[in-house]
């Protein structure tokens, strides 16, 4: 139980039992001496980007007109060099931000190849990009030698260029509008046959493995509707399929020449999907389908997801046959094949039957557990469900959270079935638009305050026009106050609740540590190294007095203190010092002195490496103090009186506190 803070000192042990338990929860506790340095240098930048955007807060605004201020940021320049593990929920072909993809094309010789859909004739294909060798369909333009720049490609052909090319702007709240915007353009589609093509596939994956290594993601789970959709030009022109089997032989091919190249890179795997709006019967050909190419590459393709919006498809409970045959698959599988869905992708109360199947969409996350589920995809609508975190924490289930997706795009899905093409999937992503216009009222932070694992993903950034997950630590480090052991834990998530084997862990977790212990040196050195020119400023000491024969942490309160980082404290109460901590960005913690009976105000000051910071500020010592919870304080000497009256006692004391603060 807490101490009543009927006093300062009293309310100075209150407040810190609190806040030590908070810390605790937060694992702050946890990080290396090192850690903390790094960690301070990390709170300092946010508060200088707090100071910067306040009156403009980034993760409350719409992405799509600050991708470009957020990654000129410092502060973003710092999260890109963190080593992040791994990105776990990410649509394949939607990685890759389209200027490097164009700029990859532009540079091989498939851009003497490369059309793009823009004459009036367009109507159902405008500004798509596609192949021709020979026979070009009228309304297609060839790009080189054209009018047409990369550039101007990127503006047409992503969600973000094209929301802000609009006339009238489509808020991030608006629902409906994005969805039809996105729709009527078909942002997912523009690229889709351009990475069919078995030299550009490789051209773009090595591209992808490379960006990722560039902002420290060593990891990849690639969603991914199929295999056996590549192909290749004859010498006439005309297109020649790839298998699937074929396809994957390539792929473990590149995979095993880029891990020799590319170390630290600690693996990239798939995880298939198919639409949950399909019928049962292909749900239950498409699931057959997938266990019979997962058994022939085990290490490759681990895992099987339902994707689409939920309110408009079909609920897991619909395709439970087919899903309870995968699952004993999995059962099988030696831990090789694992489901992983999409679930809870709506903001609707369980009540509210928004499916076609008179079933509650929230209770597909039923229908997840029950299946054993590895990881759940969003998960937004566990935000209503408080009483359900115990049952999700128990089993270790991890959260994978979309910042940017669930702003920009969040809450309607893009997504379709097609029984004429192959796998009936027309789309590659399950996105939502204007779920959380405010990134400070994301539930993700109160999922990961409240004990259960989460994971920063990326989801689709390519289509939305970059391809950094930084963008999304960026946006949940200022958006839900997170610290350098936040940021840790989430790395460590994404390799301990990832599909790979425990083998595969162990060694992922050797390449991640390994990174984040030459980034931790890097950034100690460069903290320590820095000038501030900032003026130190100590404002307000808490508390103001406190017992003499104890020695307790009293916080001085002030600005300018990251002059202090990498440099010694010395604290004075009048003549005596103690040495001082660098506690916060405001904050320094301060030991008092032991002084037996000494009753005395003294003044407060501190150096820093030797430079004396004046302050008018003052602390009382008093007898030691006994906070009991009946409203009385008594000291440790009277306490040992036989039958005094303590209503005497807590006078006689309060008369010593009046006379020895005056």
Request: net charge negative; aromatic share 12%.
């Amino acid at each position: 139980s807490l101490p009543l803070p009927f006093n300062q000192y009293a309310y100075m042990l209150a407040r810190d039992n609190i806040r030590q338990h908070d810390l605790a929860f937060q694992s702050k506790n946890n990080l290396n001496v090192k850690e903390n340095v790094v960690n301070l240098y990390f709170e300092l930048l946010k508060s200088h980007e707090f100071n910067d955007t306040t009156e403009y807060f980034y993760p409350s605004q719409p992405i799509e007109t600050e991708v470009i201020n957020i990654t000129n940021r410092p502060l973003y320049r710092f999260l890109k060099l963190l080593p992040k593990g791994g990105n776990l929920h990410i649509h394949e072909n939607q990685i890759l931000d389209r200027k490097r993809l164009l700029e990859v094309i532009q540079n091989s010789s498939e851009y003497e190849l490369l059309h793009i859909c823009d004459q009036s004739s367009c109507e159902t294909e405008k500004y798509y990009l596609k192949y021709f060798k020979s026979n070009i369909p009228q309304g297609w333009t060839k790009v080189k030698g054209s009018n047409w720049t990369i550039s101007d490609i990127v503006r047409k052909t992503t969600l973000t260029g094209i929301l802000n090319d609009l006339n009238t702007p489509i808020y991030a709240t608006d629902t409906a509008g994005r969805w039809s915007t996105a729709n009527k353009y078909g942002v997912f589609n523009f690229y889709s046959d351009l990475v069919k093509h078995n030299a550009t596939r490789f051209h773009y994956m090595k591209a992808v493995l490379d960006s990722s290594l560039e902002e420290n993601v060593q990891l990849l789970e690639l969603r991914r509707g199929s295999f056996g959709s590549l192909f290749y030009f004859n010498s006439s022109g005309s297109r020649i399929s790839i298998s699937a089997t074929d396809e994957l032989d390539l792929l473990t091919d590149f995979k095993k020449d880029y891990m020799e190249k590319n170390p630290k890179l600690i693996d990239f795997v798939f995880l298939l999907y198919n639409s949950r709006s399909a019928p049962k019967e292909n749900i239950k050909n498409e699931v057959d389908k997938v266990i019979d190419i997962q058994r022939l590459y085990p290490d490759f393709i681990r895992g099987y997801d339902l994707v689409g919006e939920e309110d408009h498809g079909h609920t897991l409970l619909f395709h439970s046959d087919s899903l309870i045959h995968a699952f004993n698959h999995s059962q099988n599988s030696g831990g090789s094949f694992n489901l992983l869905f999409h679930a809870g992708e709506t903001n609707w109360p369980e009540d509210h039957l928004s499916s076609n199947d008179d079933v509650s969409t929230f209770e597909n996350i039923y229908d997840a557990l029950v299946l054993r589920t590895h990881r759940i995809g969003h998960g937004l609508s566990l935000a209503k469900r408080p009483d359900m975190y115990q049952y999700i924490r128990d089993r270790q289930i991890a959260i994978e959270i979309c910042p940017a997706s669930n702003q920009l795009l969040d809450w309607a899905s893009i997504m379709g079935w097609d029984s004429n093409v192959r796998g009936g999937l027309i789309d590659f992503c399950c996105l939502l638009i204007g779920y959380v216009a405010d990134l400070r009222n994301h539930p993700g932070i109160v999922y990961h305050r409240s004990g259960i694992p989460i994971v920063l993903s990326g989801d689709d950034p390519g289509s939305f026009g970059y391809n950094q997950l930084t963008v999304d630590f960026y946006l949940a480090s200022m958006a839900w106050g997170l610290n350098l052991a936040d940021l840790k834990q989430f790395a460590w998530n994404s390799i301990e609740y990832s599909t790979l084997p425990e083998s595969r862990k162990k060694e992922g977790f050797t390449k991640w540590t390994n990174e984040w212990n030459l980034f931790i040196d890097s950034v100690h050195e460069s903290a320590c190294n820095h000038e501030f020119t900032n003026v130190v400023h100590v404002s307000t000491i808490f508390p103001q007095y406190g017992p003499n024969n104890l020695s307790i942490n009293v916080t001085l309160y002030g600005s300018g203190y990251e002059s202090s980082l990498c440099k010694k404290i010395i604290c004075k109460f009048g003549d005596t010092e103690t040495e001082g901590i660098f506690f916060d960005i405001n904050e320094i913690l301060c030991p008092t002195p032991i002084k037996n009976g000494d009753l005395s105000n003294v003044p407060v000051s501190i150096t820093i490496d030797g430079t004396p910071i004046a302050t008018n500020l003052s602390y009382s010592f008093v007898s030691s103090l006994i906070v009991t919870d009946d409203n009385s304080i008594i000291s440790s000497e009277l306490a040992a009186v036989g039958n005094v009256n303590k209503n005497l006692i807590v006078g006689i004391l309060m008369l010593v506190f009046s006379l020895t603060i005056v």
